[in-house]
């Protein structure tokens, strides 16, 4: 039997307070749960069901929404309406291990590893060295933070360029942290926010849970583009747009000022606040300014210390406009009640003692040198990416489909991330893959890995299209 077949025993009422788009979405849900509709499988067309359930195209096109806003199903652009897999693991979820010379994971996009051992047991000493001040920390303390710990990582994040104020910004349990705590006081189940065309997969993540719609905006090599951006303001509505302005994962692309300048003006003008996630803000040395310094009463700011410091501190930022504060420290406090303050201890002590700014010199030269290996190995090639960011995005060529190349590199040892988890639910995947070169143990691993993708561009398989 057909899915449209099955889907003509819904059952629609009409005297009953219940609209029939509601009506209908509550049979597509249990069509999905008893297992009459499979994972994966295409629901018939808007006019198709129309007809058979004798209701308006506009009454399937709302059934269709409404199902989607319940993240059972996904409109694909051009293809049709699928039934999702909710139970899809999170392939974005770091799981380290060590790796032989001939293998190479490019999946996560974390700092390059080195020993840090000393200077965090040197930061725990002085802290230790100082009985009163620890036995305090031992203490409940405000949730967005002990003041002087927010006084000296603002001075420092002044010092690199970024106006946030020791008044605004409080402590989150890094930017992922952050990002929740965005959408908690922003957003409600069933609002729209608009992200980049493609998207850092946590942000995805978050926004299902909490129920959010998710549209995108087109990009080209600088960013979202203002007319797109125009055009979904007018045409969702949306609570706000989550951007990523400074190496924008995965694209690595950075928005000139200019670009800035004109995202502020359209969403000024559509009254759409702006969320910067400028967890990779601090890796180049001479970026454009953020956001917040262009317009700090219309964004909200997200940073934190982990690609720049240390992932395991595990100490983020989020500094909201004046009139949000409340709001902010209220969501904090039912969150976690307040971030650890041995946590931002340490990094304080690492900030006042020049530790941070010794990590970021490194962290900067290892990239910068990975990033030459990369001109080297896939310069002929199709990618895009920065001299100081973690990752580089690679287009592939014609010949190459994105499920066939990511199960040879897999078979060679080598660990890709598809451009499907950067891709919002709706919109067309690109035959791409994310390189995070900031994660293979070491360079001998980083050069294996290039290598072995290099090749595999360079001889594409062929039988490609006689399947």
């Known amino acids: ?130 009985p009163s001040q620890l036995n305090d920390m031992m203490l409940y303390q405000p949730p967005q933070g002990i003041d002087n710990h927010r006084h000296i990582v603002c001075q420092w994040l002044n010092q690199k360029g970024i106006d946030v104020s020791s008044e605004q910004m409080y402590f989150t349990s890094g930017a992922q942290h952050a990002a929740e705590l965005l959408l908690s006081i922003f957003c409600r189940a069933g609002d729209t926010v608009l992200v980049e065309q493609f998207c850092y997969p946590g942000f995805l993540t978050l926004a299902r849970q909490h129920g959010i719609t998710l549209k995108s905006v087109e990009m080209d090599e600088d960013g979202v583009l203002p007319a797109s951006l125009a055009s979904a303001c007018e045409l969702y509505q949306p609570r706000l747009i989550y951007l990523t302005p400074t190496q924008q994962n995965p694209t690595s692309v950075t928005m000139p000022l200019s670009r800035r300048e004109d995202v502020i003006s359209v969403c000024r ?110 310069g002929e090639f199709a990618i895009t990416t920065q001299t100081y960011s973690f990752h580089v995005w690679l287009q592939l060529p014609e010949d190459w489909r994105l499920s066939d190349f990511i199960a040879a590199t897999t078979a060679r040892g080598v660990i890709v991330k598809s451009a499907e988890l950067f891709t919002p639910r709706g919109n067309h995947i690109q035959p791409a893959v994310r390189l995070a070169i900031s994660s293979p143990l070491n360079q001998q691993q980083l050069i294996f890995g290039l290598k072995t993708i290099a090749e595999l561009l360079r001889h594409p398989p062929l039988s490609h299209f006689s399947l």
């Not at 009409?14 to 029939?20: G, N, R, S, W």
């Not at 293998?103 to 390059?112: A, D, L, R, T, V």
């Not at 969501?331 to 041995?342: C, D, E, Q, T």
């Open 1 to 130: 039997m057909t899915i449209e077949k099955k889907l003509l025993n819904i059952q629609l009422i009409a005297k009953t307070k219940e609209p029939l788009y509601r009506q209908i979405a509550d049979g597509i849900t249990r069509a999905i749960e008893q297992g009459d509709i499979a994972i994966g499988e295409k629901l018939p067309t808007h006019r198709a069901l129309a007809d058979q359930l004798q209701v308006t195209v506009g009454t399937v096109t709302r059934a269709y929404a409404e199902a989607e806003r319940r993240h059972l199903v996904e409109a694909r652009i051009g293809a049709g309406t699928y039934v999702c897999d909710n139970n899809k693991n999170h392939h974005w979820i770091y799981q380290l291990e060590e790796l032989q010379t001939e293998e190479c994971n490019f999946g996560y996009n974390i700092p390059p590893r080195f020993d840090r051992s000393e200077m965090i047991s040197n930061a725990m000493a002085k802290i230790s060295a100082n």
């Open 269 to 378: 003008e559509h009254n759409v606040l702006i969320a910067e996630d400028d967890v990779n803000g601090l890796l180049p040395p001479s970026p454009p300014p953020p956001l917040i310094n262009l317009a700090p009463e219309h964004v909200i700011h997200i940073g934190g210390l982990s690609k720049c410091l240390a992932p395991g501190l595990r100490l983020g930022y989020i500094q909201v406009p004046k009139q949000w504060q409340q709001h902010l420290s209220a969501a904090l406090y039912n969150h976690s009640l307040m971030i650890s303050p041995l946590l931002s201890a340490i990094a304080c002590e690492l900030i006042v003692h020049g530790d941070a700014d010794r990590v970021l010199t490194t962290v900067r030269t290892e990239i910068q040198q990975r990033q030459l290996l990369v001109q080297q190995y896939l």
